[in-house]
């Protein structure tokens, strides 16, 4: 079965920076794409980066660019997200997402961040 | 950046009724375009990858259907588990985008 499992989430203070992490397991992690994709509250979503099967190629979104840096290891089948000068606007539940032809085929719980300000 | 218009924003079906979603795109997208349901507290489930393949697991009654920049979800007959938030999203282009939202609700 299928498992992701995000953490890293809670409060932080605007300015600050988080650092998210994604267990997975289920499956040969080293074989895939990953992604991470947010939720504003109330809102719909939003697809911030992904990364290919060795970490050599990254991809992000303009909103989050210079901000943000996706990273995998593939030995300890695990998915990292990091993301500073944190603003009001980045609090949302961050999901680790497992690719399948550009679209997500699992989905984490989701971890949710909350900058204050 | 590919904007995806979903509509209508809300439709309200009672179960066993037809719905048919739809989903345009602001500029051609020729493969890659997928379906999710959102039910509240709880992450996407993929419903259809690729247009028109249901993922596993996903009853025979989702269809996904469309091309260029028109797209459509169909649930030929409701269930109570499927009133819920649909969003579309495509992957040819980066940065991948979703539509934002319909939601279906119980008439």
Redesign the interface.
């Known amino acids: 079965e299928v498992q992701l499992v995000e953490s890293g989430g809670g409060l932080v203070q605007s300015g600050g920076s988080l650092r998210l992490s994604c267990a997975a397991s289920g499956f040969t992690f080293r074989s895939h794409w990953m992604?991470w994709v947010r939720q504003a509250p109330g809102k719909?979503?939003?697809?911030l980066a992904?990364i290919n099967q060795d970490g050599s190629a990254v991809?992000y979104?303009?909103s989050v660019k210079g901000r943000i840096t996706v990273s995998r290891d593939n030995a300890k089948n695990s998915l990292h997200l990091q993301l500073s000068s944190l603003r009001a606007e980045d609090t949302a539940v961050y999901?680790c997402v497992k690719d399948?032809?550009?679209?997500?085929?699992?989905?984490?719980?989701?971890t949710l961040v909350t900058v204050s300000t | 950046?590919t904007v995806l218009t979903q509509s209508p924003a809300t439709l309200s079906l009672s179960p066993g009724e037809r719905a048919t979603l739809s989903c345009r795109a602001s500029q051609s997208v020729p493969?890659?375009f997928?379906w999710?349901q959102q039910k509240p507290g709880q992450?996407?489930?993929?419903l259809i990858?690729?247009s028109s393949n249901r993922?596993?697991g996903i009853p025979a009654r989702f269809s996904g259907s469309g091309s260029g920049t028109d797209f459509t979800l169909t649930i030929s007959s409701l269930e109570p588990e499927d009133f819920a938030v649909y969003?579309c999203?495509q992957?040819?282009n980066?940065?991948?985008?979703?539509?934002?939202?319909t939601k279906v609700e119980i008439k």
């Open positions: 992604s719909g979503l939003e697809w992904n991809h979104v303009d999901y399948l032809l550009a679209c997500g085929d699992y989905w984490g719980q989701g | 950046e493969r890659y997928a999710y992450a996407p489930r993929l990858y690729d993922a596993t969003y999203q992957g040819s980066w940065p991948r985008t979703f539509g934002q939202g």
